[in-house]
T-cell receptor, first 115, second 113 residues
Framework: AQSVTQPDIHITVSEGASLELRCNYS??????LFWYVQSPGQGLQLLLK??????LVQGIKGFEAEFKRSQSSFNLRKPSVHWSDAAEYFC?????????????FGTGTRLTVIP | AAGVIQSPRHLIKEKRETATLKCYPI?????VYWYQQGPGQDPQFLIS???????DKGSIPDRFSAQQFSDYHSELNMSSLELGDSALYFC????????????FGQGTRLTVV
């Protein structure tokens, strides 16, 4: 069965500090992996995605994620967090590299950034 | 740039009433997706349409129906509303024949009282 686990419900970091949000997935086929960000009152915005090839993918807003097949993980990282990064972050896995059909989302990690 | 437009943004209905949510995709996008996000929950895929035909179906209750119209906008119809239907309903759109991402709207917050 497909599932996505985000072990950290809430993370607090200081502005300028590094960030890593964890994501583990279970998927029967080749996984297509995504990270979305949801700011308060906003829709989901795609940060980055992994289909194949280089396991380190770069996204928007300075985010990157590393796919580790052996660990079934797709952790999101940012070297220096900005106050505007405070939001809810969702990891998702799907069967298609594009679109949004049948995406399975994790329960999200809420990021708080303190001055 | 134009984004996905959802209306209304907020909706309050009583139990057993009917609600209709509308989604206007990004111009020229031919595929629409509906997701439901309960309070503190992750988004759950409901249904999708490509070129006015249902393309995929997720955990959409039988009380719900949806369709995509000739202008590509989509409507999610929800009948016999239950308290548990209170959620944020997202619509997303994409262009199916290109390697494009799906863009999500801001959602419609439905509260059933």
């Amino acid at each position: 069965a497909q599932s996505v686990t985000q072990p950290d419900i809430h993370i607090t970091v200081s502005e300028g500090a590094s960030l890593e949000l964890r994501c583990n997935y279970s998927y029967g086929a080749t996984p297509y992996l995504f990270w979305y960000v949801q700011s308060p009152g906003q829709g989901l915005q795609l940060l980055l995605k992994y289909f194949s090839g280089d396991t380190l993918v770069q996204g928007i807003k300075g985010f990157e994620a590393e796919f580790k097949r052996s660990q079934s993980s797709f952790n999101l990282r940012k070297p220096s967090v900005h106050w505007s990064d405070a939001a809810e972050y969702f990891c998702a896995v799907g069967a298609f590299p594009t679109g949004a059909n049948n995406l399975f989302f994790g329960t999200g990690t809420r990021l708080t950034v303190i001055p | 740039a134009a984004g996905v437009i959802q209306s209304p943004r907020h909706l309050i209905k009583e139990k057993r009433e009917t609600a209709t949510l509308k989604c206007y995709p990004i111009p020229r996008h031919d595929t629409v997706y509906w997701y439901q996000q309960g309070p503190g929950q992750d988004p759950q895929f409901l249904i999708s349409f490509y070129e006015k035909m249902q393309s995929d179906k997720g955990s959409i209750p039988d009380r719900f129906s949806a369709q995509q119209f000739s202008d590509y906008h989509s409507e999610l119809n929800m009948s016999s509303l239950e308290l548990g239907d209170s959620a944020l309903y997202f619509c997303a759109s994409s262009l199916a024949d290109r390697n494009t991402e799906a863009f999500f709207g801001q959602g419609t917050r439905l509260t059933v009282v």
